[in-house]
């Protein structure tokens, strides 16, 4: 009699454990995008920043001192020039920056639409020529991999 209860007891566990094998194990494709859906492609997890700027913590404040770094170091070099006799009428100018995983910097001047007053051939020229000797960036990072980050610095030339 034992036996018996034993045996129908145990019965039902054995069908009924069977349901777990037959679960669908999801494809690589599947979770490959899954995850890559997951991702937020708008966002870095650190941002560039240069050897000054890496003790700092906090994330927002090391980015903001990296900033403020990149603004002051692109206004001195181009206090310097003749880029504000030529233009009198140009007091700020708008940067793009772009970082690349190599930690190489190229810098693009931005005009605006009606920009036919400025000469944009020659300022690009001064820019490109003024904004060399920068030192060592590290690149933006992103799931621990070096990636390319773009960002717009406003730069004053005329400091009143």
């Given at each position: 009699?034992?036996?018996?209860?034993?045996?129908?007891?145990?019965?039902?566990?054995?069908?009924?454990?069977?349901?777990?094998?037959?679960?669908?194990?999801?494809?690589?494709?599947?979770?490959?995008?899954?995850?890559?859906?997951?991702?937020?492609?708008?966002?870095?997890?650190?941002?560039p920043s240069i050897a000054g700027c890496e003790k700092i913590e906090d994330k927002t404040l090391r980015q903001q001192c990296f900033?403020?770094?990149?603004?002051?170091?692109?206004?001195?070099?181009?206090?310097?020039?003749?880029?504000?006799?030529?233009?009198?009428?140009?007091?700020?100018?708008?940067?793009?920056?772009?970082?690349?995983?190599?930690?190489?910097?190229?810098?693009?001047?931005?005009?605006?639409?009606?920009?036919?007053?400025?000469?944009?051939?020659?300022?690009?020229?001064?820019?490109?020529?003024?904004?060399?000797?920068?030192?060592?960036?590290?690149?933006?990072?992103?799931?621990?991999?070096?990636?390319?980050?773009?960002?717009?610095?406003?730069?004053?030339?005329?400091?009143?």
């Amino acid at each position: 009699m034992r036996k018996i209860t034993l045996i129908l007891f145990f019965l039902p566990l054995l069908f009924s454990s069977c349901q777990y094998f037959d679960k669908q194990v999801p494809s690589e494709k599947e979770l490959l995008q899954k995850e890559l859906k997951a991702i937020n492609w708008k966002e870095v997890d650190e941002f560039p920043s240069i050897a000054g700027c890496e003790k700092i913590e906090d994330k927002t404040l090391r980015q903001q001192c990296f900033f403020e770094y990149m603004t002051q170091l692109i206004q001195q070099k181009l206090s310097v020039d003749t880029l504000s006799i030529l233009y009198p009428e140009l007091d700020t100018i708008e940067v793009k920056v772009t970082v690349y995983p190599n930690s190489r910097i190229m810098f693009e001047p931005l005009f605006p639409k009606d920009s036919v007053a400025y000469d944009t051939i020659k300022i690009d020229s001064i820019l490109k020529a003024r904004l060399v000797g920068f030192p060592k960036i590290n690149p933006a990072i992103k799931r621990g991999i070096p990636v390319k980050t773009q960002f717009i610095l406003p730069v004053i030339l005329k400091v009143e």
